[in-house]
């Protein structure tokens, strides 16, 4: 008896432990992503049964793409765990996607691998009120019943408040269940959506596609997607990626921004916005008064943006548009869009296409690149010079001097050969790659920061310490112990400089390295030069001590 009694109470205890320590125990900061299926917060005490707060919405019915307004009110609380579900099966994953009216109140979750998917609190601010949209999915079910779990003090909350049900257009209504809150209501006004997600099966033979990553699956929540299919005299055009803000494609007659025929498809108020655009320089978009496109559609769910639209291919009553039966180069970007959809600089280095095509021509299935090939170049030979190149130079003047002092290649001792080949190298490549910025930008870059200065400042100091090379003094001179002193410190705050310039310009938009594993990269690197230095200089250390002692 004693042990049947003990197994429940010893139950309970690992119970009690769990919940204490769970990620979803009590997080002030609504990272609850943990409870996505229960929508229980672990707080170690039950759940209260009469709700005191209430779930209403702006609309009844909803077709795919749609917008509803939700709204969370009642007495004060602190937290809160809002999602929506098939109302037929309501222990089903959360479906659609949210939008945030609130950034400071609420933010977005995924669950069940849905990305924002679910709303929650950032902090236990005390609120009366929350309000957020949700955007209905191309597979939603006839109807969907909006939930909520909400704390209102660490030891009482309520969990799964039912909200109101929404139906898609010929569904039968539903009895509205205990405790929901319809409102008052007015249906969403009818919009043009995009039912399904775009698919690539057509890339190559009846669409020119680019896509970032190369072949990726315009469905998954990472690809970029843009494709162009030519009907008649016009131009069919799909784009998709992944972002909240806008996606935006241009043609461009050279690989730089700037005179460029740009459209762009802008989240705003919860909805899609197609804009044409001349892109002049690298000053924001002029946005066009008058709109040439048709037929234009959009999606905004599952953490993807897409639009499509037709397009005629001359519009020569439209100033600033291109002709689509001419080559260009094609620009894909992405960034954010604040409220009213103002956007922003775009937050990495946009794709760009190798060389320049006609999308009405022969249909392709192409990539492109975020990191021009002469900046990738640069980086490359940089690389090369000062971590490889110099470093073995440094090794080979200062340890192997003693081992290869009788060996002689061209007249010359080994050591002294081989070190002012490798450092000759490092000077060649640091030259070379230090003009291909210039020629990539046609002049200097003021968006490089202090990484410009800095390369400059190492490719002086390498080519005067290759000129003092050329004039040093005898062996047994009286100038040459100052010539050493002056060669070495060249040197090192030349490798120092050229290390710190390599770690500015990796967090460059134009490399589109893969942070951070580019910094661990190279600390690596770095670290192990300076151990093989500091293990070289134990070694010789102690074969002169024991040569002292013989």
Known sequence: MLQQ??????????????CFYAPVGGYPNGKVREACTSMVPCHGSSPQLSPEHTITVNGTEFKPGDSIEVHLSGPVFEGFFIQARDAEHLESPALGSFMLADRGASQLLTCAHTKNSAVSHTSKAKKKHIKV???????????????????????????????????????????????????????????????????????GRTKFCIRNPSNCDPESASCFFLSFQQEGSSVFVEMSGPSEGYLAFALSHDQWM?????????????????I????????????????????????????????????????PAHKGRFNLDASYYIFLADGEASEGGVIHKHRQQPLITNGIYNITGLPQD?????????????????????????????????????????????????????????????????????????????????????????????????????????FRPSRHAPRRQLFNWFH???????????????????????????????????????????????????????????????
């Open 258 to 274: 700037g005179d460029d025929d740009a459209y762009l498809c802008v989240g705003e108020d919860h909805r899609v916005r197609t």
């Open 366 to 470: 192409i990539g492109g690149s975020r990191s021009p090939r002469l900046i990738k170049a640069h980086g490359t030979l940089m690389f090369i010079a000062w971590i490889t190149t110099v470093s073995i130079g440094v090794i080979v003047a200062r340890f192997f001097k003693p081992v290869w002092s009788y060996s002689f290649l061209f007249g010359k001792e080994m050591w002294f050969q081989v070190h002012r080949m490798l450092m000759l190298t490092t000077v060649m490549l640091t030259s070379i790659s230090f003009v291909l910025p210039f020629i990539y930008r046609g002049g200097w870059s003021q968006q490089a920061g202090f990484h410009p200065y800095l390369g400059c400042t190492v490719m002086a100091l390498a080519i005067f310490q290759a000129l003092m090379a050329g």
């Open 276 to 315: 044409t655009a001349y892109l002049k320089e690298r000053s924001p978009p002029v946005l066009d008064s008058e709109n040439a496109l048709e037929d234009v559609s959009w999606r905004l769910a599952d953490g993807l943006l897409q639009c499509s639209f037709r397009r005629s291919i001359r519009l």
């Open 133 to 203: 949209y949700w955007i209905a999915p191309g597979n939603a079910p006839k109807r969907v019943q909006f939930l909520a779990t909400v704390v209102k003090k660490y030891k009482i909350f309520w969990v799964k408040i039912p909200g109101p049900i929404v139906s898609q257009p010929n569904a039968l209504s539903p009895t509205p269940p205990l405790h929901a809150t319809s409102g008052a209501v007015s249906t969403s006004h009818p919009v043009s959506y995009l039912s399904k997600p775009f698919n690539a099966s057509s890339c």
């Open 488 to 550: 070495w410190c060249t040197g090192t705050a030349a490798r120092i400089l050229a290390v710190v310039t390599m770690f500015l310009g990796m967090n460059l938009a134009a490399l589109d390295l893969p942070d951070p594993w580019d910094t661990y990269t190279m600390i690596a690197f770095v670290t192990w030069h300076v151990g093989i230095d500091v293990l070289l200089e134990i070694h010789s250390y102690c074969l002169i001590r024991k040569g002292s002692s013989v």
């Open 5 to 18: 009694m003990e197994l429940p109470g010893l139950a309970f205890a690992v119970w009690m432990l769990i």
